[in-house]
């Protein structure tokens, strides 16, 4: 039976029959046997079988076992398989060896055995009720609560209608590349280390000169944190100004992610109405005049598109100077607005250092790159920077310097203002495709600025059975009534445009008329 099997034994790629490699395995005083897995080598299955066997007790301690000579014969392979199979579990403690003397189960004891140990995943019943060595869940009430927030599925990268998705294709991906390339080729010595953990000078120079230029922002390059993403940065601030249990103010209808980070920093959340001027400053007075943080989009409503108006920015920042509270200001596609001039930046008008600045480059580069960043308020930057280091939110040093080069030589502001353009006629299109095929089930909200739009049903359909109907077709849409926290929310979808050609469009919106019913 073995002689064809020693003909490849020298092989340790060869995975042998496991029908036959079981029948031989019990024919051993071991009692191991073998699973099937395809694709793993011989010596992985038997040290996997007799690690098993240890640890739930089918090897008892103190069991000797045969010599590799025997154990190679029975199995038909090479000896110096089971060898090191043998050295390897002696060197983890599984098994004790001594020379002349053979090789034995290690002492254990007995109740440290007595369990068996799961090595395949938990039942459903058990991922559902969460057991985890007699807890009642694996996870804290506060590891619970930013799982439980539902931020929907992303879909297909190429189909429409993702919010907060660019145009990928149309990224000068040669220009990046080869910027890139050489700053990971011929990278400074001192950046190969650990670098200033807030964050490469040039780069902070460099988005300390954009802000300031383009969004009315008033800060020096060393109030500039890169972190490792706009929702790191939601992170980071909700952590450093935020004590569990703290309330804190949130759009409603608003932003998950937000909703996330403020859960894990243990905040309670008071969700403020909006309306057409934004966030209403007087209700979140009413409600909750002790807040100690507000997290609002005051350029582009998320998801509802509405600006900020001045009266309520400045009512905003007296209430946050009065109320010793802070403000978060995520500034997430502000390059996109399609009448005049972008807004300032609510940063740039604030006199007591309450703002604290959110950008990102996910929305104007690639969602991929992961690179955001905060601007500190006034006399917070070396704390947020130690921070970054101490919470590994840092973004790779080549990355860093070759975004800002990509700044300064002013590929990343040709790019946006190509953006701009492009978006426009996207946005242009939709509306009109809307009010040709879906008019009579859904309205849009008119807003001037952003990458998506959010559209109203107007009587009927359950948004969440739409955007499962959506993806089965290929379509990438977001309920909107999941971005509400309390009940009342309006049913509709948010619908995003920018990564989503003319031609595309002219495609999608009739398929979402189909998928709708009305087609």
Known sequence: MHRGMKKRANSESFVEPLDCVVRDLHLLPLGVGAERRSGATLYQQLYDSLRSAVLDGRLQPGTRLPSTRAVALELGVARN??????????AEG????RVGDGTWVADFEPELLSRPVRTGPKSPRARREGVSGGMASPLSVRGRAIVGVSRGAPGPVDGAFQPGLPDIAAFPHRTWARILARHARTPEHARLGYGDAAGDPRLRTAIAAYVTATRGVRCSPER??????AQAALDLCVRLLLDPGDPAWIEEPGYAGARAALLGAGARIE????????IDVAAGEARCPGARLAYITPSCQFPLGATLSLERRLRLLDWAE???AFVIEDDYDSEYRYRGRPITALQGIDADGRVAYVGTFSKTMFPALRV????????LAAAFAHAVRNTGQSVPQPVQGALAEFIDAGHYGRHVRRMRTLYARRRARLFALVGEHLSDVMELVPCEAGMQV???????PDDRAVAAAGARAGLALA??????????????LHLGYAGVSEEALGRAVPKLARVMGLR
């Open 271 to 278: 969700p403020i109405p909006v309306d057409a001027e934004g």
């Open 224 to 229: 500039v944190v890169p972190v490792a993403g």
């Open 322 to 324: 009065r109320a010793g």
């Open 81 to 90: 398989t089971v060898i090191v199979v043998f050295e390897q579990l002696v």
């Open 372 to 379: 955001g960043y905060v601007i500190a308020p006034e006399g």
């Open 479 to 492: 309920p909107l009534s999941g971005y509400w926290l309390g009940p009342g929310g309006r049913a509709g």
């Open 94 to 97: 599984f098994l004790r060896s």
């Open 454 to 460: 959010a559209g109203l049903f107007v009587d009927g």
